[in-house]
């Protein structure tokens, strides 16, 4: 019995090898009965009216090359579509075997819109000469130098007509990418107050909850490690562009600018209290009522308790 099931699954292996109990086929023969196999499967399904896209997909110039498929014999909507797939560094490689294809500008200019949803070159008209992929390399370079030194990445934008010298467009240009270091923008920002000014504006906070308002700015403008004025102006500026997109909402909690402002900053203690492991008391939930209340008076029991869940379900506001 034993050597019966041996002799079973010592024939199974032998066929995933590519052998069989009277003999062995060599590894080209499976290699040919295992293409014949998927091409009649294919074959069948072109026969019921599905589409082949197995002979479409195998277009090689021999039967001896092997390798990848040559795109230029796809037809141009699909090879578009594989190489819209790659990143820069991938397309570029692309280019030395598919030129015509990987250079095209729309595949470039995916890749700049992608990554940095805003340029004020976007909406002019292109100069003499202009190319996606030479802008691509002029944004890439001009967000290094940003995360080095975060004037000299502005001036360069402007230096190559990328950016306007505007601080709406530059806060355009901020609010749209994400390749920028969250620590140099900050101390950028601190800096140009006008620039943050606009930034806050293009934040939308109409029929959202307020700590999950809260957490979206503090995605786009990253809180300071430290209480203190600047904290104060973000929280104060957040305050109020929250009221400007909720005016019914505030009316019916009977809120205000500064009564917002006084539930951000319950929340950021909130959340440093609960997540921290350096704090073993933990706020309750009827503490955390009796003292925000304690702080702004007209706000409902039950508004201040579902602000408490969300810290304790979803986390830190500003992490």
Same mark, same amino acid.
């Given at each position: ?24 086929? #060599?590894? *080209?023969? +499976? ?24 002979? !479409? !997909? ?31 560094? =991938? ?12 250079? =095209? ?39 290094? #130098? ?15 007509? $990328?950016?306007? %010298?505007?601080?709406? *467009? ?27 000014? %606009? ?21 786009? $403008?990253?809180?300071? *490690? ?6 104060? #102006?973000? $929280? ?11 005016? =019914? ?34 706020? +309750? ?23 408490? =869940? ?10």
């Amino acid at each position: 019995m034993g050597q019966g099931l041996w002799r079973v699954a010592r024939n199974q292996q032998l066929q995933q090898e590519g052998y069989s109990e009277q003999g062995y086929l #060599t590894r *080209e023969q +499976s290699r040919r009965m295992a293409a014949s196999n998927i091409s009649n499967a294919n074959h069948r399904k072109q026969t019921q009216g599905g589409i082949d896209i197995y002979h !479409l !997909l195998k277009t090689r110039k021999s039967k001896e090359q092997e390798g990848f498929i040559n795109l230029e014999m796809l037809p141009p909507e699909l090879s578009f579509t594989i190489l819209s797939y790659l990143n820069a560094t =991938d397309l570029c490689l692309a280019s030395c075997v598919w030129q015509d294809l990987a250079n =095209d500008e729309l595949l470039w200019q995916g890749l700049c819109k992608s990554t940095w949803g805003h340029c004020s070159i976007y909406n002019k008209n292109p100069p003499l000469g202009f190319s996606f992929r030479r802008l691509y390399m002029q944004l890439d370079e001009g967000s290094l #130098t940003f995360n080095a030194n975060p004037d000299e990445g502005v001036n360069y934008f402007m230096s190559k007509g $990328i950016l306007d %010298d505007s601080p709406k *467009e530059i806060a355009k240009f901020i609010f749209c990418t994400r390749t920028l270091n969250w620590k140099k923008l900050r101390i950028y920002l601190d800096e140009r107050r006008d620039v943050l000014d %606009d930034l806050v504006t293009l934040h939308n906070f109409r029929n959202q909850f307020l700590p999950n308002a809260l957490r979206e700015f503090f995605r786009h $403008i990253h809180a300071p *490690e430290e209480r203190g004025e600047y904290l104060e #102006t973000l $929280i104060t500026k957040f305050s109020h562009r929250f009221c400007a997109c909720n005016p =019914d909402l505030m009316r019916e909690l009977g809120l205000s600018p500064d009564a917002v402002y006084v539930l951000c900053y319950s929340l950021i203690l909130l959340s440093i209290d609960l997540t921290s492991p350096h704090v073993k008391n933990k706020m +309750s939930k009827r503490e955390f009522i009796r003292n925000t209340r304690r702080a702004a008076q007209n706000i409902s029991e039950d508004f201040v308790g579902h602000l408490y =869940d969300n810290i304790y379900l979803i986390g830190h506001v500003a992490a």
